[in-house]
């Protein structure tokens, strides 16, 4: 059973502009929330997260939002970049699970010139 | 920042023989590793957590005895794929993490491919 359900599957977004991926998870018990950005052949590498005492975290040109009540989490990516053209997955853990991440599915995102 | 550092990148073994693959905290103490499979263009699959110095936590459906993990020390985990099959072809990762709240660490995975 998938606890955290991502979309896009894919994404295509000029150059200059705002990509943004959208996350949903059910367990209300889930306490921390990251992003993990992938590149073909190597894991995934932490972009950024956030917990539920805060609706909003941004570093650099990345920005999740939180809607706790919703259950929803977004990723937005400002100024997107061709180097930014990878595969993101959001994940939601447990602290009481030895945080142990549940990964969504995955958005493909091109980002062309 | 914290370097988990996972070897080997790639291996190829043929049918019935298994593989050790090495997870390494380089610059942290690991008190919790997650050892995760991939299939291409899907999403990680999470395991196993093991904790250092005791048995490791089996996902359902994830056998034991093929997937033989040990957390040795706090700077190591291994993930032994025994008696391997064509199904056993996957890209394995693992992560750590330290205490505490602390982030989650990924290796660069290794690509098993099971001949």
């Known amino acids: 059973q998938q606890q955290v359900k991502q979309s896009p599957q894919s994404l295509i977004v000029q150059k200059g502009g705002i990509s943004i991926i959208n996350c949903a998870y059910e367990?209300?018990?889930?306490?921390?929330f990251p992003w993990y950005q992938q590149f073909p052949g190597k894991g995934p590498a932490l972009l950024i997260a956030?917990?539920?005492?805060?609706s909003e975290k941004k570093e650099g040109r990345f920005t999740i939002s939180f809607n706790k009540s919703a259950k929803q989490f977004s990723l937005h990516i400002m100024d997107s970049q061709p180097g930014d053209s990878a595969t993101y997955f959001c994940?939601?853990?447990?602290?009481?699970?030895?945080?142990?991440?549940?990964f969504g599915k995955g958005t493909s995102l091109l980002v062309t010139p | 920042g914290a370097v988990v550092s996972q070897h080997p990148s790639r291996v190829i073994c043929k049918s019935g023989t298994s593989v050790k693959i090495e997870c390494r905290s380089l610059d942290f103490q690991a008190t919790t590793m997650f050892w995760y499979r991939q299939f291409p263009k899907q999403s990680l699959m999470l395991m196993a957590t093991?904790?250092?110095?005791?048995?490791?936590?089996?996902e359902q459906g994830v056998e034991k005895d093929k997937f033989l993990i040990n957390h040795a020390s706090l700077t190591l985990s291994t993930l032994t794929v025994t008696s391997a099959h064509p199904e056993d072809s996957s890209f394995y990762i693992c992560?750590?993490?330290?205490?505490?709240?602390?982030?989650?660490?990924f290796g660069n995975g290794t690509r098993l491919t099971v001949t």
């Open positions: 956030i917990r539920p005492d805060v």
């Open positions: 093991s904790n250092e110095g005791s048995k490791a936590t089996y």
């Open positions: 367990n209300t018990a889930f306490d921390y």
């Open positions: 994940a939601a853990s447990l602290s009481n699970s030895g945080y142990a991440l549940n």
């Open positions: 992560s750590a993490r330290t205490e505490g709240r602390s982030p989650l660490h």
